[in-house]
């Protein structure tokens, strides 16, 4: 009986130390995603404003805290907007990922060399086709500025992990687009 009381609570001794493990929670993954974001915005200068400009105006570092995202129009765009479920949106993207936890960044872009324009239908931010890397971008908060602007235009980001690709979602890291622009598919 002994014997078997001794097995059990080592069983149990076991059970508990791996559950104390230094994994690091949801919260704290937040908690670091803020410090990242307020690190990253007070080091390039970045002023946010309290109200969306009526003329689509922003400076070079002004930003707006929009449906989850940080937002700079470089350009409104012109004609058509942007219709949920039905118009095909094609992109191109330049930025980084911001590690939190490294300290450090990891740079894209898909302006340049062969890279075809990535494609979604907004509102649909999930895989349609066959796996290309420009899907490694593909998110909702991707799609935030198409129902404020219209077709052709581009702007610059701050998307937090809660709304980034699958990729900034596992990895826990918040994404800086330095540049974006949106062609709508006639």
Known sequence: MKKAFNIILAFLVLIIGFSCSKTKSYTDRLKDQEK????FIDDNNIVLLGDYPADHKFKENEFIYVNGVYLNVIKPGNGDTATYYQTKVLYRVKGM?????????????????????????????????????????????????????????????????????????????????????????K
């Open 36 to 39: 990242a974001i307020n690190r």
């Open 97 to 185: 990922f911001i590690d939190a936890d490294a300290d450090t960044t990891y740079a894209f872009d898909s302006f340049t060399g062969a890279v075809h324009p990535g494609e979604f239908t907004y509102g649909n931010f999930s895989m349609t086709g066959d796996y290309d890397e420009t899907y490694y971008y593909l998110s909702e908060g991707l799609g935030v500025p198409l129902s404020l602007l219209r077709d052709s235009c581009e702007v610059k980001m701050i998307v937090p992990f809660q709304l980034g690709s699958y990729y900034s979602q596992e990895s826990y890291m918040p994404v800086y687009y330095e540049r974006v622009r949106y062609i709508f598919e």
